[in-house]
T-cell receptor
Framework: GENVEQHPSTLSVQEGDSAVIKCTYS??????FPWYKQELGKGPQLIID?????GEKKDQRIAVTLNKTAKHFSLHITETQPEDSAVYFC?????????FGTGTRLLVSP | SQTIHQWPATLVQPVGSPLSLECTVE??????LYWYRQAAGRGLQLLFY??????ISSEVPQNLSASRPQDRQFILSSKKLLLSDSGFYLC????????????FGDGTRLSIL
């Protein structure tokens, strides 16, 4: 089955810096790669997703890149703000199911 | 718009007691439904998913069961809770017909004493 690895487990940046979170997946049949943000005591919220027929997608300060050959995808957050502090999860999958990474705790210091 | 509701938000139960967590979705029909467990500081482990009424797929052997008595209702149950059942339980829904994002409720924090 699918296995998703996520790095780093924690990431501390200064406000205004960029943050990059990386994930690798094992199943070449996976064709859908969402990213979620989870704040304390809440459920994960979808922030951006990418499908396997696209190499890059951007939404304001957030971008995701996908390298199908290498089986890895990354989340890029530019101009970080304190409200970006949260746990971020990547996931990989396709029809019906997703497999999640173990999460990255992002701390943005003012 | 679609919304997902989970309750209760927190629950403290003694070992050996039964469990029933409920999840309902509004604003969509025939969704795929999911139950996940999240241990402290860990990722999300898929427990069950359902593609229709009465259709339940179990991902891991465990002390829990799931049921889908109505199209937009998903229930997580146990007859006798174990200490290891403690955790944060999340319900999610997605559309059908190809890879779709999953949308999560705000979860139930379950503590077993």
């Amino acid at each position: 089955g699918e296995n998703v690895e996520q790095h780093p487990s924690t990431l501390s940046v200064q406000e205004g810096d960029s943050a990059v979170i990386k994930c690798t997946y094992s199943d070449s049949a996976s064709n859908y790669f969402p990213w979620y943000k989870q704040e304390l005591g809440k459920g994960p919220q979808l922030i951006i997703d990418i499908r396997s027929n696209v190499g890059e997608k951007k939404d304001q300060r957030i971008a995701v890149t996908l390298n199908k050959t290498a089986k890895h995808f990354s989340l890029h957050i530019t101009e970080t703000q304190p409200e970006d502090s949260a746990v971020y999860f990547c996931a990989a999958g396709g029809f019906q199911k997703l497999v999640f990474g173990t999460g990255t705790r992002l701390l943005v210091s003012p | 718009s679609q919304t997902i509701h989970q309750w209760p938000a927190t629950l403290v139960q003694p070992v050996g007691s039964p469990l029933s967590l409920e999840c309902t979705v509004e604003g969509t029909s025939n969704p795929n439904l999911y139950w996940y467990r999240q241990a402290a500081g860990r990722g999300l482990q898929l427990l069950f998913y359902s593609v229709g009424i009465g259709q339940i797929s179990s991902e891991v052997p465990q002390n829990l069961s799931a049921s889908r008595p109505q199209d937009r209702q998903f229930i997580l149950s146990s007859k006798k809770l174990l200490l290891s059942d403690s955790g944060f339980y999340l319900c999610a829904w997605s559309g059908t017909g190809g890879p779709q994002p999953q949308h999560f409720g705000d979860g139930t924090r379950l503590s077993i004493l």
